[in-house]
């Protein structure tokens, strides 16, 4: 990080009109320009005050640090929230810049050109679209030179045998939510805000990629109608499935019905009134897809958002169990000498999680033992968790799997009904939910204490015993840091961070869209703006499916 400082000093006038035009115009292209305080340069110099300054030849300025220019906006503020240590201008003591009428004698550096137009004012202005260049515009031709779709694997593809599949997952950021949070955009352009504008801005990039399935977490009910228009035209169709309670925005996926199939789905509830840890409003949606070429191709494409809250990772660790256990339903195929098999499986959403934390971790690693780290899901914190995550009421075992469901899977008896309550009609006219009072003798639905249930030799269900574990073998799409070791990023909390992501198991990826680096997005104006229509970048993947072949 650059550092800034929070010394004051008091210079002469012309000293600082001139350290101001030696850093503001004569630096080549403008390629770096000093840190100044929260006051802007504009505000500062030239219209702060009227009083005239001839009888005062000092004011006050925060002394610089030569710096990129999108330092200021994008190190410094991120959707209107400073950082610690950035420093606030102190009152002028009344001492200003007059306008061109005052006496402006004892300014030596201020002079007339041809023009007409003062030194001065020269610099104004081209201060101002500097920074206006940087914090509002960029090109879409830059944008897409930072964002180029890379190979993964040479390997050859045949048409007859292989799928090429592409999937794109952005959060476009539901208008509700930037409006409800306005406060954390106060320093972004205020037509760059509107959602006639960010619209058409998210539609171009999500069409351009020619994907066959989109992934679109925040979209706005009210706005989906229009939204899905040059979707339709594009022929295809959607799933939706909106937050649960009284909120506006949900999570949109949309296919081409022409190449896939969908065979089975489900909407995700994360929201479980039977517990605190699970009473949030986070939804997901899974669904089996088979290829139309090849019926009995099946691959399975969930997508989530995860809760926000930054110091609740245990929360989102529970969401995640519960995801995985319907996508365990879904993707299961058989049980096998070695374990269970499973179809091709892309999850992918904003995880509100940073790479190689906790809830990350153990989607890549298969388990995570969370019993007596902190909420944060690290070995700090006043409020350590215990061995039970989410209740045995839920009938969901350690290992991400319904009870009922393995237990009928490896018994041959019994239901395949799950606990889960939900308030999607969907989900209910599918038959996949009963009663949370249905009788269930095996476990302890009222225990908060480790269960072991045996359901056949050699195969037990583990509740609440303080490790979480899933069959599954995902990789990231994304590295999360490129051969520099610079980290890449996807939105900003403060500082560029990632937390969307495109996991998957038993596909081959071929090629990925881009992400910039931190440093890369330090150098881009406040997002959302005129080329990009969200607080969030776009991801996206390309992979290889193997087609099934027909037995005859």
Request: charged letters at 20%.
């Amino acid at each position: 990080m650059v550092p800034t400082t929070k010394l004051l000093t008091t210079v002469s006038l012309a000293n600082v009109v001139g350290r101001y035009i030696h850093t503001g115009l004569f630096q080549q292209e403008f390629k770096q320009i000093f840190h100044m305080s929260e006051a802007s340069i504009d505000h500062l110099l030239f219209e702060n005050h009227s009083k005239s300054i001839s009888n005062h030849s000092e004011v006050f300025y925060s002394t610089y640090n030569t710096i990129t220019p999108q330092y200021k906006y994008q190190k410094s503020i991120f959707k209107g929230e400073y950082l610690n240590n950035k420093t606030k201008m102190e009152p002028m003591l009344n001492q200003c810049i007059g306008d061109s009428s005052n006496d402006c004698s004892s300014v030596s550096n201020t002079r007339t050109e041809p023009s007409g137009t003062t030194f001065v004012q020269e610099i104004r202005n081209d201060i101002n679209n500097l920074s206006q260049k940087f914090q509002y515009g960029i090109s879409r031709r830059k944008y897409k030179e930072l964002r180029p779709w890379i190979t993964l694997n040479n390997g050859t593809v045949n048409k007859d045998t292989d799928f090429i599949l592409r999937i794109l997952s952005y959060n476009i950021l539901a208008q509700n939510l930037l409006e409800t949070h306005s406060y954390l955009y106060r320093y972004h352009h205020p037509g760059a805000l509107d959602w006639n504008i960010r619209k058409p801005l998210i539609q171009k990039e999500i069409l351009e990629a020619e994907a066959n399935v989109i992934c679109i977490q925040e979209m706005q009910l009210e706005h989906l109608k229009d939204f899905l228009i040059p979707f339709i035209e594009k022929e295809y169709d959607y799933l939706y499935k909106k937050r649960t309670n009284n909120t506006k925005d949900g999570l949109l996926l949309l296919y081409k019905p022409k190449e896939l199939q969908i065979e089975n789905y489900v909407y995700v509830e994360y929201h479980q009134t039977s517990t605190d840890i699970l009473n949030r409003d986070n939804v997901g949606i899974v669904v089996k897809f088979s290829l139309k070429e090849s019926p009995n191709t099946f691959f399975v494409i969930s997508t989530t958002h995860l809760l926000y809250n930054p110091k609740r990772n245990d929360v989102r660790l529970a969401q995640t169990q519960i995801l995985f256990s319907e996508i365990e339903r879904i993707a299961f195929i058989e049980n096998t000498e070695s374990g269970p098999s499973y179809y091709p499986i892309i999850v992918c959403g904003d995880f509100n999680l940073q790479p190689f934390t906790g809830v990350y971790n153990f989607i890549t690693k298969g388990s995570f033992h969370y019993v007596g780290k902190g909420q944060t899901l690290e070995n700090r914190g006043f409020m350590r968790l215990s061995n039970c995550l989410i209740p045995s009421s839920l009938l969901v075992t350690d290992n991400c799997q319904h009870f009922n469901v393995l237990t009928k899977r490896l018994r041959g008896v019994g239901s395949e009904k799950i606990m889960l309550s939900s308030n999607d009609s969907a989900n209910k006219t599918n038959g996949e939910i009963y009663n949370a009072n249905s009788e269930v003798n095996e476990v302890d639905v009222t225990s908060r204490g480790h269960q072991e249930i045996k359901i056949i030799e050699g195969k037990s269900a583990h509740f609440s015993s303080g490790v979480l574990t899933h069959p599954f073998k995902f990789s990231s799409v994304y590295q999360h840091n490129n051969w520099r070791r610079e980290m890449e990023a996807t939105t900003n909390q403060g500082q560029w961070i990632t937390v969307d992501y495109i996991f998957f198991t038993d596909v081959e990826p071929l090629n990925r869209y881009t992400l910039p680096t931190v440093s890369e997005c330090e150098t881009l104006p406040l997002i959302p703006n005129f080329t990009v229509g969200s607080d969030h970048l776009c991801l996206g993947a390309t992979f290889k499916l193997k087609k099934k072949q027909i037995m005859r």
